[in-house]
């Protein structure tokens, strides 16, 4: 048992890992405003699979490490991520029961509340330089969800964590 | 989630009041995250590899001879240029004038990834680790590419000359008229918002570092213009200028080292009314 949980563990935080590199993958020109926020997707979907192992702490910790990892102020993904993770946790047992296209609009909204929290502590930082561009990722990440959540839950469930 | 909450808020409200004091934080965070960015840097290193063990003997010798041609061109020119220099030395002398000696450059290596769009920040291999400190002037073999913007123990983050929120004071070269270049957000060009309709500049001046402000050393080159247009209805002119350095081509960047603290400049007798009544415009 203690070896499961063990190893299920390890697995959500290479999952975590995989997801922050490919957020700061080195996208060619205009393709870089596409890149989807990975960290967050991922940890929503862990939080509907097994809320009892990922919690706000968790969310928490990988928002202040994707922070240091890109350099923002430290604090502004942590504050999005735990709000947001809290949510899920709230409304997990509902989110499990739609279906993909309400679950997709569901995580629309997460990924819109993220950024516009970001949104506003950017505009703190230095006002009015961003571009209609920083909203796409919020679209990108509703399109890419389902394939996250195809391969996570083949991770998932190809050795039966529970 | 009421106390990540706060916490976080909290986090946000230090390093927005006072940068530094989390910055032993935000190191101790780093030695987890960094490996990250060199394994997202490992393909471009593995290719970059490859290509150079599989090049071959032809094209390796060839290359050779077109850099042993390139040296020693420049060891001639770096032949009058210590010359030059002992003069300028002299010169300063007689005026009474401090002159900037030696300085130190340490060669770095970009990693590549992407830290966040709309802003042109790099990230290179080497930190505090090899004594880097915020604020030091980023070079590539052919002008000004940026400064350290925040230095992690095993990386160290550089803002481009080109990004929105950096500014570097220039001079003309032909003439010594001082100006303010503006990032513009667009890769490859710089925006010279301060400057009358009446300024002379044009169109092919090279645009070298002032010295003024302290961060960058005096005298290299940082851009070209390439646009002058002004408007009647306008106090200043748009002017663009496409920078000197390969910023999205070069792998290689040096970080500089300046000995001594920055001197105060005199202002030069080619510095002409032009300048004055900029800043009076101001």
């Given at each position: ?6 190893a299920?563990?390890f697995?959500?935080?290479?999952t975590?890992?995989l997801?922050?590199c490919l957020?700061i ?8 405003a596409?890149?989807?926020?990975w960290?967050?997707?991922v940890l929503?979907?862990?939080s509907l699979?097994?809320?009892e192992?990922?919690g706000?702490?968790?969310?928490w ?7 240091v990892l890109?350099g923002?102020?430290l604090?502004?993904y ?8 809290y949510l899920?946790?709230k409304l997990?047992?509902q989110l499990r029961?739609?279906?993909l296209?309400?679950q997709?609009?569901f ?12 949104f ?5 930082q230095?006002?009015?330089q961003?571009h209609?561009a920083?909203w ?9 969800w389902?394939l996250?959540y195809?391969a996570?839950?083949y991770?998932?469930?190809?050795r039966?964590m529970r | 989630?009421?106390?990540a909450?706060i916490v976080?808020t ?6 927005y009041?006072?940068p530094?004091?989390l910055d ?9 995250v960094?490996?990250?960015?060199y394994?997202?840097d490992?393909?471009t290193?593995l290719?970059e590899q490859?290509a150079d063990?599989?090049?071959?003997y032809r094209?390796l010798k060839?290359?050779?001879?077109r850099?042993?041609e ?7 020119r ?17 005026l ?6 030696g ?7 970009l990693l590549s990834?992407?830290m966040a ?7 290179v ?7 880097v400190h915020?604020?030091q002037?980023v070079?590539d073999?052919?002008?000004v590419?940026g400064?350290?913007f925040r230095a ?12 929105p929120?950096h500014a ?5 070269n032909?003439n010594?008229l ?5 990032g513009s ?5 710089l925006?010279?918002?301060f400057?009358p309709?009446?300024a002379d ?7 070298i570092t ?8 005096q ?5 070209v213009?390439?646009?002058f247009?002004?408007q009647?209805n306008?106090a200043?002119?748009t002017i663009t200028a496409t ?5 999205d081509r070069?792998?290689e960047?040096?970080i500089?080292?300046s000995?001594s603290t920055?001197?105060?400049l005199?202002a030069?007798p ?7 009544k900029?800043h009076?415009?101001?």
């Open positions: 048992m203690q070896t499961n949980n063990a299920g563990f697995r959500i935080v290479l975590m890992v997801a922050m957020r993958l080195p996208w060619t020109g205009d393709m870089a596409l890149n989807p926020d960290v967050l997707l929503i979907y862990w699979a097994v809320p192992r990922v706000i702490f968790h969310a910790t990988f928002g202040l490490l994707t922070d890109t923002r102020l604090g502004q942590a504050l999005a991520y735990s709000l947001i993770i899920c946790l997990h047992k029961q739609f279906p296209l309400q997709g609009l995580i629309f909204f997460c990924l819109l509340l993220s950024q516009l929290l970001l506003f502590i950017k505009n703190l230095h006002p009015a961003l209609a920083f796409l990722p919020v679209f990108t990440g509703t399109l890419v389902p996250v195809g996570l839950r991770v998932r469930l190809s039966r | 989630m009421l106390v909450v976080s909290a986090l946000l409200a230090t390093e009041k006072s530094p004091r032993s934080l935000r190191a101790t965070l780093s030695f987890f960094d490996p990250l960015k394994l997202v490992l393909p290193v290719v490859t063990s599989i090049s071959s094209t060839k290359e050779n001879e850099l042993r390139e040296q020693l061109e420049h060891q001639a770096l032949l009058k240029f210590a010359a030059l220099e002992n003069e300028n030395i002299r010169l300063h002398a007689l009474e004038n401090s002159y900037k000696l300085e130190q450059v340490l060669v770095a290596e990834v992407n769009p709309y802003e042109h920040i790099v990230v291999n080497k930190g505090t680790r090899f004594g915020p604020q002037p070079l073999a052919n002008g590419v400064q350290v992690l123990p095993f990386t160290s983050e550089i803002m481009l000359i080109t990004d929120n570097i004071p220039v001079q003309v032909r010594g001082l100006t303010i270049a503006v957000g667009q890769p490859n060009r925006v010279l918002p400057l309709g009446n500049i044009r169109p092919g001046d090279l645009l002032s010295g003024l402000g302290g961060t960058f050393p005298g290299y080159p940082v851009a213009v390439d646009e247009t002004s009647p306008k200043f002119a920078p000197k350095a390969l910023l070069n792998r960047l040096m500089v080292w000995d920055p001197v105060p005199i030069k080619t510095t002409n009314n032009e300048e004055t900029t009076a415009d101001k």
